[in-house]
Nanobody, 125 residues
Framework: QEQLVESGGGLVQAGASLRLACAAS????????MGWFRQAPGKEREVVST????????YYADSVKGRFTISRDNAKNTVYLQMNSLKPEDTAVYFC??????????????????WGQGTQVTVSR
């Protein structure tokens, strides 16, 4: 059975860094674009970053651009989100997801067909 599992979340102070990982079981992720989404209490789910099948093209939400870096290691079937200079407004549950296609242009949650369970990121002031 295909499954995505996020890890690396936690409680940190503003300015700290975290690295999230999304590991896939089952078939390889190599043919698929991947995305990181987040959802804070009382807010809609929003895209954070996407990456195409090879890692050559990426997208970042304006709110995280310059602070977060998405990457992937297809040999390890894993996608990462390096989060630096964390802010309290980054507090959310972070989800990784597999897109229905191979390009980083998929930025709507409806374009993603497999989702992890999420990992909590909490940034204190």
């Amino acid at each position: 059975q295909e499954q995505l599992v996020e890890s690396g979340g936690g409680l940190v102070q503003a300015g700290a860094s975290l690295r999230l990982a999304c590991a896939a079981s089952g078939r390889t992720l190599s043919n698929y674009a991947m995305g990181w989404f987040r959802q804070a209490p009382g807010k809609e789910r929003e895209v954070v970053s996407t990456i195409n099948w090879s890692g050559g093209f990426t997208y970042y939400a304006d709110s995280v651009k310059g602070r977060f870096t998405i990457s992937r290691d297809n040999a390890k079937n894993t996608v990462y989100l390096q989060m630096n200079s964390l802010k309290p407004e980054d507090t959310a549950v972070y989800f990784c997801a597999r897109a229905r296609g191979s390009t980083s242009a998929y930025r709507n949650a409806r374009d993603y067909d497999y989702w992890g369970q999420g990992t909590q990121v909490t940034v204190s002031r």
